[in-house]
């Protein structure tokens, strides 16, 4: 297959001669820019017009998704029975209903679908699960998840859509959030219930994963939103930076927080190995959120902040890309790998490697982007003739013996995110 090479050169820098020569220089230079375009015309015919990358093909990757989601849709028995997981060596799907936090991802994976192939059928799938996730808003926000839940479905579906009634949903589920906001201590309640190690209600918990939610706060600021949701979104993000990391950059699963005081008590894992030790899918939560943060912020200290949660988490790799499910298990390497860490942070890597300036650690943050989806999109991970899922060997809650090399819905949803970022950035060059 003929493959063609990224580019690592802007478009102003090929156009920049035609600003510096005569006239005889800019037809000249016009003729060779013709020239250029012209044969990578051609050899885009001669791929039909897939999109390859190192070898990679996207095209071919993103379609066995489409295949997956349609032998996953055929047998699910309701529109609010939603898949979450598929335990090792099963074949069919765990159904949860609406309210389980994994609820977005099906609708969001939908959505994805639709945008990749444009095809009206994916569209009114997506759509009609999208709409089965609408009764969220209708009661207090039982926990932070909201985000994901709502965010992942109805928020690509009001991106590609314009649907009105998706954005009025996005407006409520970003006010609800907010309610779980403590001034004192400037993040938003992860758990108003009772879980382990966090003594509720004396103690405010913030766990990692709620970074990610912070996109509907950012989103919803700019879409008609109260703009104090900006404020509290960049507030948990500063006070996560604060009191979230260890000084080596790796971040604690939980901090508890004095509700009163607003002052952090300690540092906890609850899906991790131990308090100290570095679990996978909570980093890469981490490396995303920032990520983000920074992209709706643009504020340089989120950057920074990001490529150092990502440093460490590259450092210690193995030299497949795919994480054990925690960093320091002992049982390394006979631990439990996570691809949903691993499509987390592939995904991520992908947005930041456009906003870093320096152009060599940014095309590493490239290249590693595309070793993770290449390992990904192998027999070794793809679940194929397997199950019906797009991904084997994610675990959920290895504490817990909970989802443990299982195929997990927030892999797939995170994995087909990254296909599309790398095909558009891929046919832009």
């Known amino acids: 297959m003929l493959k063609i090479k990224r580019v690592h050169k802007s478009f102003s820098c090929c156009c920049s001669p035609l600003q510096r020569r005569g006239v005889g220089g800019e037809v000249r230079s016009i003729k060779i820019i013709v020239l250029y375009f012209s044969i990578l015309l051609l050899l885009a015919g001669t791929q039909s017009c897939k999109t390859v990358t190192g070898t990679l093909n996207v095209d071919k990757e993103l379609a066995y998704c489409l295949q997956q989601v349609s032998k996953t849709l055929q047998p699910i028995p309701t529109d609010r029975s939603l898949p979450r997981c598929i335990a ?31 095809q009206d059928k994916w569209k009114a799938a997506a759509d ?8 969220l808003i209708d009661s207090s926000a039982i926990d932070h998840d909201i985000g994901f839940q709502l965010y992942c479905s109805v928020g690509n579906g009001y991106r590609l859509t314009k649907d009105e009634a998706y954005k009025a949903v996005l407006l409520r589920a970003a006010d609800s959030l907010a309610t779980l906001y403590n001034p004192k201590v400037g993040t938003i309640l992860s758990w108003p219930r009772e879980v382990p190690g966090v003594d509720w209600p004396l ?10 939610n912070l996109e509907l706060l950012f989103w919803t600021a700019q879409n008609g939103g ?17 009191n979230h990391f260890r000084p080596d950059f790796t971040s604690y ?16 894992t609850h899906q991790g190995l131990n308090d100290s030790s570095m679990w ?3 980093q890469a939560w981490a490396i995303y959120g920032y990520t983000m943060v920074y992209r709706e912020t643009k504020d340089l200290q989120f950057l920074d902040f990001a490529q150092k949660v990502t440093d460490v988490y590259l450092d210690r790799l193995p030299e497949d890309m795919i994480p054990y ?3 320091d298990d002992p049982a390394i390497p006979n631990a439990p790998r996570d691809a949903s860490a691993a499509s987390v942070v592939a995904s991520a890597l992908l947005e930041l490697s456009g906003f870093v300036e320096d152009k060599e650690k940014a095309k590493m943050y490239y290249d590693k982007a595309v ?4 390992e990904l999109s192998s027999e070794r991970y793809q679940s194929r003739e397997v199950n019906d899922a797009f991904l084997l060997h994610s675990t959920g809650h290895k504490p817990n013996s909970g989802e443990v090399d299982a195929s997990i819905i927030y892999a797939d949803y995170y994995y087909i995110e990254a296909l599309l970022r790398l095909k558009k950035m891929a046919d832009t060059l």
Request: hydrophobic share 40%; no cysteine.
């Open 88 to 118: 090792s060596g099963q074949k069919e799907w765990r159904y949860v209903d609406y309210r389980d936090w994994t609820s977005g991802f099906w609708p969001g994976i939908l959505w994805y679908a639709y945008e990749f192939s444009n």
């Open 128 to 135: 009609r699960y999208s709409r089965s996730l609408f009764p």
């Open 203 to 212: 103690r405010h918990n913030t766990i990692m994963d709620n970074m990610i």
């Open 226 to 242: 109260d703009q104090k949701l900006y404020d509290i979104a960049v507030s948990h993000a500063a006070v996560t930076m604060k």
């Open 253 to 268: 699963h939980v901090v508890v927080y004095d509700t009163a005081t607003g002052k952090k008590v300690k540092g906890i």
């Open 280 to 282: 996978a899918r909570g």
């Open 325 to 327: 499910w925690d960093f």
């Open 371 to 374: 070793a993770m989806l290449t």
